[in-house]
C-alpha cells in the first residue's frame, strides 16, 4: 500500500471553527470571527484575536461571521479566514494533496455544499467529503452510528439545532431550526434591556449564559453582576440578575428545539421509535452544557436524556472518529481492476 494523503476535518461553525489533523489531533479551535482593515480590505484578525474586539472595534475595522445560522454567508472571509488559519499553522504546504471532510448542517443545499467543497479545493485538497453535523456530532458524543439500532441525537450548536434519527451508518430522518447557542444569547440580552432598562454587549450576554445558565435549580447559586449602559440616561450602569430569571428566558427558545423532537419523532418507523424509547436520546454541542437541560428535556419528552461525550467538540471528535471510513470511501473511488490501491 501506498503513502496515504493527509487527512483534514473542519467543522465550520456558526461560533467556533475547528482543525482535526491525521496524527496531529485538534489543532485549531477558536471563535468563528474575521476582523478587517476596512480601506485596504485586509484580515488583520481571526478567531481568538478578532473576538476580543466585538464592541470595541474602532471605525476603520470591520468584523465578520464568514457563518451565520450554519451556513456560509461570505465564501470570500470564509476562504481567507482559513487561509489565514492554515498560513498560521505553518501546514499551507501540506494541504496539497490531501483529504478533506467538510461537517455541514442537515439542512444545507447542494449549492451550499459545493461552495464548501469548492473552498477545500482552494486551500489544495484532491478529494473532498461532506458530511451532516449531527452525524458526526453522534459518532464524536460516544452513539454507535453503524448499529442498526436506532439513535435520536440533538446537535445544539452557535446558529442552528439538529434532530436526527441514525440508524445502520446512515440519518434515516432530521430536521433543522436556527435556535441555538447564539439565540440564547440574544434572549439574555432582550430580556436585560426590557427588564431593567439596560443595554450590553452580546459577549456579556453569552458570559451570563455560561456562568448562570441554568433549567433546574443547582447548588450554589448566585446572583450575578452585569455592566452596560442605562437607555434612558446613556450614562454606564450596573445591575444584578438571578439565575432563576435566566431560567426563565432559556426555557422558552429551548422549548421550540423540543417541539422540533417531537416532529421528528412523529415521522419516526414505529421500530425505531422503538429504539429511542429504550435508549434515550444524546444531546450534543455547546448548549447542551446548560446546568440541568438532560433532566429538562427528559422530563418534557417522558424519554431518558443524556448528555454526549465533550459536547463542544463531538463534531470535531466524530470527523476524527470517521477517518478510517473516509480512507474506505476512497478506496472504493480510487479502485482499479489492477487492485491498486494508494
Not at 471528535?317 to 473511488?333: A, H, S, V
Request: net charge neutral; with cysteine; hydrophobic share 40%.
Amino acid at each position: 500500500m501506498g503513502k496515504k494523503p493527509l487527512y483534514v476535518s473542519l467543522d465550520l461553525g456558526t461560533a467556533y471553527t475547528l482543525v482535526y489533523i491525521s496524527g496531529q489531533g485538534i489543532v485549531y479551535n477558536e471563535p468563528s470571527i474575521v476582523a478587517y482593515k476596512i480601506a485596504e480590505n485586509k484580515i488583520v484578525a481571526v478567531g481568538e484575536e478578532a473576538y476580543k474586539m466585538i464592541g470595541k472595534a474602532n471605525k476603520n475595522l470591520r468584523i465578520v461571521r464568514p457563518m451565520v445560522d450554519g451556513v456560509i454567508t461570505d465564501i470570500k472571509a470564509t476562504q481567507s479566514q482559513l487561509n489565514h488559519i492554515f498560513a498560521r499553522l505553518r501546514l499551507t504546504k501540506a494541504l496539497q494533496g490531501s483529504v478533506i471532510l467538510m461537517a455541514c448542517p442537515s439542512v444545507i443545499t447542494e449549492l451550499e455544499k459545493n461552495a464548501l467543497r469548492k473552498i477545500a479545493t482552494n486551500l489544495g485538497a484532491a478529494h473532498v467529503f461532506v458530511e451532516e453535523e449531527v452525524k458526526m456530532a453522534a459518532l464524536g458524543g460516544g452513539v454507535n452510528i453503524n448499529s442498526p439500532t436506532g439513535q435520536l441525537v440533538i446537535d445544539m450548536g452557535g446558529g442552528t439545532s439538529d434532530v436526527a434519527v441514525i440508524a445502520s451508518g446512515d440519518i434515516v430522518s432530521s430536521k433543522s431550526i436556527k435556535v441555538a447557542g447564539n439565540t440564547l444569547n440574544e434572549e439574555i440580552l432582550k430580556f436585560i434591556r426590557a427588564q431593567y432598562g439596560m443595554e450590553v454587549g452580546i459577549k456579556t450576554a453569552e458570559t451570563v449564559k455560561i456562568q448562570m445558565g441554568s433549567l433546574a435549580k443547582y447548588p450554589d447559586e448566585r446572583s450575578m453582576k452585569v455592566y452596560g449602559r442605562d437607555v434612558v440616561s446613556g450614562l454606564p450602569r450596573e445591575i444584578e440578575i438571578t439565575p432563576p430569571e435566566i431560567r426563565e428566558v432559556l426555557k422558552v427558545p429551548l422549548s421550540k428545539i423540543i417541539d422540533l423532537t417531537v416532529r421528528v419523532l412523529e415521522e419516526t418507523p414505529p421500530e425505531l421509535a422503538g429504539d429511542i424509547f429504550r435508549n434515550g436520546i444524546v444531546l450534543c454541542g455547546g448548549t447542551a452544557l446548560i446546568k440541568g437541560i438532560d433532566k429538562y428535556f427528559g422530563d418534557t419528552l417522558q424519554l431518558p436524556v443524556k448528555v454526549g461525550e465533550q459536547p463542544l467538540l463531538a463534531v470535531i471528535n466524530g470527523t476524527r472518529k470517521y477517518e478510517e471510513d473516509i480512507y474506505d470511501k476512497l478506496r472504493e473511488m480510487l479502485y482499479k481492476p489492477k487492485n491498486q490501491e494508494f
